[in-house]
């Protein structure tokens, strides 16, 4: 067996059935943790693909709906808008608040108390989730919501005066 990390110990026959998987879109995996208003479906997972580190599937959240405050304990999110808007609240007291379109992602780290919203009255909200592990991790919790959140812009490296 090699330890080269250039050269898995695989032999080259399991590539076949232990390579790249394609999932199609129309046979995404419905039997997921629900919340009224949204509906989950799973791509990757480790039932479906045997990952062991992710998951990773797509969210439709009605108009109008959003979820409860909670986090997802140690687990990192990653969101990423296919069409509609997105609106994030979030903080101790989901304080502050964020808005995505369509091509936007946003990142949720480890621990941080959020909460999805469909900023459209009319419109359905699609994305694509992934998060940093295969557990379906969800804390909610009790806050009483500010009145009016704090707008704030994404800040970064490339964009220190923030973008919209």
């Not at 050269?7 to 995404?28: A, E, M, T, Y």
């Not at 919340?35 to 062991?52: E, H, L, S, W």
């Not at 979030?90 to 369509?102: I, K, S, Y």
């Amino acid at each position: 067996m090699s330890s080269d990390p250039h050269h898995p110990p695989h032999s080259h026959g399991h590539w076949k059935h232990d390579g790249v998987r394609v999932i199609p879109g129309n046979q995404l995996d419905g039997n997921t943790a629900q919340t009224p208003g949204m509906d989950r479906k799973a791509a990757i997972n480790f039932a479906r693909v045997g990952a062991q580190k992710l998951w990773a599937g797509t969210v439709t959240i009605h108009a109008n709906a959003k979820t409860g405050a909670h986090h997802h304990g140690h687990l990192e999110s990653v969101i990423y808008v296919v069409r509609g808007r997105a609106r994030m609240r979030w903080g101790d007291h989901l304080e502050f608040t964020a808005e995505a379109g369509p091509g936007d992602f946003i990142y949720v780290p480890p621990y941080v108390p959020h909460q999805e919203i469909n900023a459209s009255p009319t419109e359905v909200l699609e994305c694509v989730l992934c998060r940093s592990d295969g557990e379906a991790v969800a804390v909610n919790l009790a806050i009483e919501p500010v009145e009016k959140p704090e707008s704030v812009l994404w800040i970064d490296p490339t964009h220190p005066q923030g973008g919209v």
